[in-house]
C-alpha cells in the first residue's frame, strides 16, 4: 500500500527553524522519481494551500509567495524521501503540514492540491511565543 508519512513537526519559537521529512512507503518501490512532491498546509478554520513543490528529478521548485525566500523543498529519491527546510518561522506559520504526492510522466509541478494522488497524515507545526 502506497503510503506517506511525515516527521518533524513541533513547537518552535518565532524566528527558529524546523526540517519537515516526508517518506514513501516500499510500496513506491522504484518509481518515487516518477512522482512530484508538494507541501501543503491547514490552519485552523481555514482550507488547505500550496506551500512547495518539486519536480520528480528534484531540478524545478516553486513555492507561495509568503515562504519563498523562507523555505526550501528538496528531495532524496533513494530514500524516497523529500524535505521542507523552514527558516525565519512566524505565527502565521502555524498550520498541519501534509506531503502529497502526484505521479508525473513530465517534470510538472502541480500547485493544486486536487492534482495529487496520495496524501500524509500531517504533522503540526506550532509557532509561538
Known amino acids: 500500500q502506497v503510503q506517506l508519512v511525515e516527521s518533524g513537526g513541533g513547537l518552535v519559537q518565532p524566528g527558529e527553524s524546523l526540517r519537515l521529512s516526508c517518506t514513501g512507503s516500499?510500496?513506491?518501490?522504484?518509481?518515487?522519481?516518477?512522482?512530484?512532491m508538494g507541501w501543503f498546509r491547514q490552519a485552523p478554520g481555514k482550507e488547505r494551500e500550496f506551500v512547495a513543490v518539486?519536480?520528480?528529478?528534484?531540478?524545478?521548485?516553486d513555492y507561495q509567495a509568503s515562504v519563498k525566500r523562507r523555505f526550501s523543498i528538496s528531495r532524496h529519491n533513494a530514500q524516497n524521501t523529500v524535505y521542507l527546510q523552514m527558516n525565519n518561522l512566524k505565527p502565521e506559520d502555524t498550520a498541519i503540514y501534509y506531503c502529497?504526492?502526484?505521479?508525473?510522466?513530465?517534470?510538472?509541478?502541480?500547485?493544486?492540491?486536487?492534482?495529487?494522488?496520495?496524501w500524509g497524515q500531517g504533522t503540526q507545526v506550532t509557532v509561538s511565543s
Open positions: 518539486i519536480s520528480r528529478a528534484g531540478t524545478v521548485t
Open positions: 502529497a504526492a502526484r505521479n508525473t510522466v513530465t517534470g510538472a509541478i502541480p500547485t493544486n492540491l486536487a492534482e495529487y494522488d496520495y
Open positions: 516500499a510500496a513506491f518501490g522504484d518509481t518515487f522519481s516518477n512522482y512530484a
